[in-house]
């Protein structure tokens, strides 16, 4: 009889603790990370009675979770993965936005600037006409200025997005050491904690929507945890921490520290997964590269434009100023070269766009090693050769290829000392309007040419089509002097003249020449080099390409204007024709014209090696091909995150499988455990009967 007690009190101990693990499971059906729990039963040791071995009821070894660590680790890969790609697609979506909208990119507005001067060329002395480009080139200046803007907020709000996420993932890294010693003390009976683990693991899993994890498991059964290239966040109880601080290169770019004691890292480049990884694989992949695209197209559109009207001439006869500011400016010069804020020295530099065509869309590394200067382009990491002559420093890809810019610094740097430089990075900020007189507008060209009435064939000369080249032995096209000493060399040429001689079938120039005054023949292509400037060799009843340069020498300013233009029919012997400045050309639309078709010249992204193919791309396709990138790269994410999102259902589904609380099993091991309790509680009463019985028949 007390053997069969025994047996029923250990039978409603054990239904007792079912029903209470039972109600604890379901009054945790909303707790998130929870993991179902049951118990683990096993017969108590038997006793032997001369019939065999009789039972002495039940015991409880253990309260487990239905867990698997399998399940559990894809579930935090998934999770980080899908926040990344959700991170990175709320801002690429911002972007994309952005760039491809009517009202907010800059393809609308370039097409109206052309369309203007397209009109005004039609009738270049029309005044309204000309007010007109001026209004869409601000219309332009303000387009780009907006979207760099943009850029720029969106930029701030992921420095401010990366403090806070940072913090996130210190409070969490702290509550996983936390837990860890807590698990470790409270495993020391040999029993595992439950509730402390499923605390512990959903720790973990929120840590992975805001930065990829690794985790070990120790012996103890606490959590090692690891980030970037392996950098220890939590070992056991001892916690690292993570901050968000201003670029050492930029300081407008946040970067990630891992702070271990006292030593600092920089990881940023290592960090990959949640949404601290998807920020950062945003900005490396699409937001710097956008900016610096953006950039290079805004320096191009200015440099063409302005060096095309320093091409001809105004209303009032004087040369063309620029319609854009000057984007060698000193002050817009310095801020392109930003030291590391580790130097040593206090050195920094200036950087001068010598050529936008040949501008690429990275920024470079410049390091100095106390006698050398080396450079790496950052977007592939190729090595570039430095060229410092007198103090300029040039660079150059192993192909040879100009990278069209070149950096003067203004004191020698110290050994270690590092600088970035962002040649194209401020391009959209930078550009505006300087012109705000339409008569300055320079849409006639410098030089006209004629036939005299006198002539006896009907050879007719075209009007020159004219580039200005200062100084053509070492001053870039860029760099021009003051609009009066320009004016002045168009003026010292005078009238040029030119007279068909038959007997060499050659157009020659009167001599002398006015003073100060060279010409050199260019050979035309397909035809034989000319021996000397008095054979120009034509071919009368076609047409026929005239190409050669005037130098002249005016002010002490030498300046080369290069020249081509066309004689047809048939020309007789000393028939004369002249070329000269172009005074009171009011109605003269010849650089209007070159204007107006820049916008189709392919003069973006050029590479000046590769001879007699077209390498470039014209402004609209310039910026056409960036909308397209950051248009496909939205397309894909938007993908990946549907991608994501399956999986990570997927990881949920088959965790909750298996951890997740059913409420109708759980409602069902009510009913059982209860009617466990009641028959154990029977046992108890037959066993108490059985006794009483007993008892009563020695009274």
Known sequence: MADLLNIGLSGLSAAKTNLSVT??????????????????????TPQFSGAGY????????????SYNEFLTTQLRSSTALNSDVKAYKSQIDQLDGLLAGATTGVTPSLQALFSAMQTAAEDPANIPARQLVLAEAEGLTRRFNNIYDNITSQNSFINKQLVTTTDQINRLAQTVGSLNAAISSAGTNGQQPNDLLDARDEAVRQLSTFIGVTVVVQDDNSFNLSIGSGQPLVVGGTVNQLQAVPGRGDPNKFEIDFISGGSRQNITGSISGGEVGGLLRYREEVLDPTVNALGRLALSISSEINSQLGQGLDLKGRVGADLFNNMNDPKLAALRVRPLADNISNASGAMNITNTKLLTTSDYQLDFDGA?????????????TVTNNAGVLSFADNAGRDQGFTLQM?????AGDRFVLEPTRRGATDISVVLDQADQLAFAGPFKAGAELQNKGNGAIGQ????????????????????????????????????????????????????????????????????????LPIIPGQTNQLSYAIEVVSGGVAQSFTIKQTISGRPQNNDQFTVGFNQNGVSDNRNALKLADLQNKQVVGVDANVKDVTTGVSFTDGYGDMVERVGTLTAQARQDEVATGAILKQSTDNRDSLSAVNLDEEAANLIKFEQYYNASAQIIQVARSLFDTLINTFR
């Open 23 to 44: 109600g604890h499971n379901i009054s945790n059906i909303n707790t998130p990370g929870y993991t179902r729990q049951d118990t683990v039963q096993a017969t108590r």
């Open 372 to 384: 050398n200067y080396t450079a790496r382009r950052l977007s592939d990491g190729a090595v570039m």
């Open 410 to 414: 203004t004191v020698t740097p110290a």
């Open 464 to 535: 020159p089509s004219v580039e200005m080249v200062l100084d053509p032995n070492s001053l870039p096209q860029a760099n021009f002097v003051a609009d009066d000493l320009r004016l002045d060399n168009l003026k010292a040429v005078g009238n040029i003249g030119l007279r068909y001689d038959e007997a060499s079938g050659s157009m020659v120039f009167n001599t002398p020449l006015p003073a100060g005054v060279t010409i050199t023949a260019i050979p035309v292509e397909g035809q034989p080099a000319p021996g000397t400037i008095t054979g």
């Open 54 to 65: 009789i039972g002495s009821g039940t015991s409880l070894t253990d309260i487990r979770r």
